[in-house]
């Protein structure tokens, strides 16, 4: 199983980045996607998580109406799209996958068997 992230990048204050994952080796349509990130001296942190079906998403607290997850299954790939960006969102993003799990889940890192290389968002003040 592979996951490339894209589209990171550079970004002031209020801008908006669209996070890509690429996925293979897997069936997509059937596998469980998040984000996660991890900020310089911090813990790796869930962000936002979608279920096989994209019935179910899940959002950590502090991005809830700022992002937005998406699975489109035709191109295998995840999307994260953040909006109103700002600095303490400066980190290294990484896509996980897993072929199976429950929805209360989601959120926990050591639950998804599979992970990307990760991308990095900086976001100016």
């Known amino acids: 199983v592979q996951l490339q992230a894209s589209g990171g990048g550079l970004v002031q204050a209020g801008g908006s980045l669209r996070l890509s994952c690429a996925a293979s080796?897997?069936?997509?349509?059937?596998?469980?996607m998040g984000w996660f990130r991890q900020a310089p001296g911090k813990e790796r942190e869930f962000v936002a998580a979608?279920?096989?079906?994209?019935?179910?998403?899940a959002y950590a607290d502090f991005v809830r109406g700022r992002f937005t997850i998406s699975k489109d299954n035709a191109k295998n790939t995840v999307y994260l799209l953040m909006n109103s960006l700002k600095p303490e969102d400066t980190a290294v993003y990484y896509c996980?996958?897993?072929?199976?799990?429950?929805?209360?889940?989601?959120?926990?890192?050591?639950?998804?068997?599979?992970w990307g290389q990760g991308t990095l968002v900086t976001v100016s003040s």
């Open positions: 080796g897997l069936t997509f349509r059937s596998a469980f």
């Open positions: 979608i279920s096989r079906n994209s019935a179910g998403t």
């Open positions: 996980a996958a897993d072929p199976a799990m429950i929805l209360s889940s989601m959120r926990l890192p050591h639950e998804y068997d599979y």
